[in-house]
């Protein structure tokens, strides 16, 4: 029988906020959440964004906690005076230029002469190309930041490292917060090769600190460091989360699939659980692509709604960075976003064992490309084929009257040609195993598309909806688009209650279409549904006892919280601590232990391939 993978720590931080507590799912919902549910999520983001939180956070202070999140006008560059050069041709002139950076190899037509103080007068007899710098305002304004004011790299020791990877320590650290266990008393339960670290990006870190800065840097002038290669590799937020976070020595990865990453990632730690190869996971992604040269690559292939395009949509001359991503509606294009999402999974046995809260399971995640097709940025097949399997598996675990409580948390981008591919998929589906009204949404039209961390803003907003009983609905959209096929959906323009923590809903379908034909969708079940599933297995008794043991891990969970909403933050990031050599190693035939661990790690003994062995 397959281990299940229960989901039992998130964190991380989007543009709605922090992960963990579901803050970020909160400031979503808002609109229909009490007061007191509310209360700590508008201190903890007047505290992300640098409010004065001495007092009670204000009716002013929740104002601008709102405007300084979700989708809204890019806030972490001056849109207005983005540096650009244009080409030009310059006549017979002169400049002055210092000696040391006089270029080895000049044209012929330009003659030298010392100009003292260490410079050199250079005159041109000819013409010349030369680049003239500009600051140019950018077509397209509007993008998921994360709240506004908030660098994670201010919370610990982050020189020279690109966005994406203070992100990542952020989410990795938060997500160890909110377990309830600490990170020193799982280890005393597990050997240190059960556990799994998948993570990354699917953009690699682009900003000066890393691959921008390869690339501009002798452009512009100036030197490249020597850490901006290694920091740039699309893998290097699992690097982070092993080397300086938990300080493993499991398995690890970044199984990339462009907008499909996370759920890639997923299925990778998830097969570690089934198979016993793992019985800690981390799965987790990390993005910041909101640099100019970033937005203006998707801008040119067409993809991102433009401040000319979003205005022509609304007949106004003013741009709605607010409703910039319209998914499932008249749309033009979709929205970038910056995100880091981590999810801690436990092979159910463990889980049970420590008392670890359970949120939910993840049931299986399907993969499968398109296949030939004429663009290789276009959708094509292979989503068929992944919803179909979530959906005839979701009705295999919970039967015809089952898959009537679930709904889907569709991709979504906000492009026409999404709303169409989609809506299809989904919608052929829903009639082909009978779901008469399958409830649709899609979290993007809040948050933005994270590229690599979107499947994990799903998978967080979709937790949420079984601890506070609402599936967001989406609300940027007063209409449904006439091409968009909806027979058998309900997309919803408005929050929907299914029950008090969600008990109406038995699993959600997660959908993920990704340039290049990599789709991706999980079923995720909740955790009533798991929790009686487990009962089923291990039998009432030992889930009186879990329960019990549950407690305490909930109460530590929450108090890590409540601190961490009035600013006692802890960040976790241990450069040169319990470093290891060859000195740290000790081997036998049957074992290997290492300095830093208790728990030695087993070798195969034992022959698997019996069965094929010559007699």
Known sequence: MKKL????????????????GFHSYKRMLFDVLPAETLANTWRDLANRMGLDTTTAVSDRDIETIKQGTLVRKIDSFDTDTVLCHHKARLNASSFIIKKSKLPSTLPHNCHVEDAGNNEVKVSITEEMDVLIPDAIRIPVTSAGNIPAGFDPGKLYNSHHHPRGLKLAIYGASDVLNSLGIEWSELLTHINPDEISVYAGSALSQVDENSLAGIISQPLTG??????????????????????????????????VGACATFLYNLRQGIIDIQLGKAKVVIVGN??????????????VMGALATDEQLCALDHCDVVDNRRACRPFSTNTGFTLAESSQFFVLMDDELALTLGATIYGSVADVFVNADGNKKSI????????????????????????DGLQKTYVQAHGTGTPQNRTTESHILNEVAKTFSIRHWPVTAVKSYLGHSV??????????????WQYGWIPGITTIDHI???VYQSNLTILMKHHYVGEQGKDINAVII???????????????????????????????????????????????????????????????????????QSSVSLTTEHITLSAFAKAIDLPTENPFKAYTCR
Do not use: W
């Open 222 to 255: 100036n030197r490249i460091n020597s850490k901006m290669m290694a920091l740039s590799l699309a893998e290097m937020a699992a690097d982070f989360v092993n080397g300086y976070v938990i300080n493993s020595v499991g398995s690890t990865g970044n199984n």
């Open 511 to 581: 959908n993920s279409k990704g340039f290049g034909g990599n789709n991706a969708t999980a079923l995720v079940l909740s955790p009533l549904q798991t929790l009686g599933m487990l009962t089923n297995k291990y039998g009432a008794s030992l889930m009186n006892a879990y329960q019990q043991k549950n407690k305490n891990v909930r109460s530590n969970s929450m108090a890590m919280d409540e601190r961490t909403c009035h600013g006692n933050e802890r960040i976790i990031y241990r450069f040169g601590e319990q470093v290891m050599d």
């Open 481 to 483: 688009a006439s091409d």
């Open 5 to 20: 993978p229960v989901v039992v720590g998130m964190g991380g931080i989007n543009s709605a906020g922090r992960s963990s």
């Open 286 to 299: 990390a993005e910041a692509p909101i640099e100019p040269e970033i937005i203006e690559g998707f801008r």
């Open 452 to 465: 690599s961390a979107a499947a994990g803003d799903q998978l967080l907003v979709s937790l949420g909806v």
């Open 377 to 400: 940025a276009s959708p094509g097949v292979g989503n068929y084929v992944t919803v179909a399997k979530a959906t005839a598996l979701a009705k295999a675990i919970l039967g015809q």
